[in-house]
């Protein structure tokens, strides 16, 4: 399973980035989703996550109102449409899969079996 991660950059306060990640090696569709975020020294956080069936979507409440996941099963690809970016949202942005998606552990990074490497949003004037 490989999962690559692209989009990161720098970007003004209040500006916006698409994250990407392509997923291959897996069945897609079947997977659970997620983006968490790590800043230099901490553990990582949940950031939004994209239900493997139905597309329910899940999210931090820092992000709620400003991002968006998404997914297109067709790409084997998911998305994450940070917008209103602010200088607190600078990490390193992972994404990862989940082959069972269970509600209860879905903002867990312990939940997740595969994990991209890493693409860094720095947002700042």
Request: hydrophobic content about 35%; some cysteine.
């Amino acid at each position: 399973v490989q999962l690559q991660a692209s989009g990161g950059g720098l970007v003004q306060p209040g500006g916006s980035l698409r994250l990407s990640c392509a997923a291959s090696g897996l069945t897609f569709s079947d997977y659970t989703m997620a983006w968490f975020l790590q800043v230099s020294g901490k553990e990582r956080e949940f950031v939004a996550a994209v239900r493997y069936r139905g597309g329910n979507t899940y999210y931090a409440d820092s992000v709620k109102g400003r991002f968006t996941i998404s997914r297109d099963n067709a790409k084997n690809t998911v998305y994450l449409q940070m917008n209103s970016l602010k200088p607190e949202d600078t990490a390193v942005y992972y994404c990862a899969a989940d082959r069972w998606g269970i509600l209860s552990s879905i903002r867990s990074s312990a939940a997740y079996d595969h994990w991209g490497q890493g693409t860094l949003v720095t947002v700042s004037s």
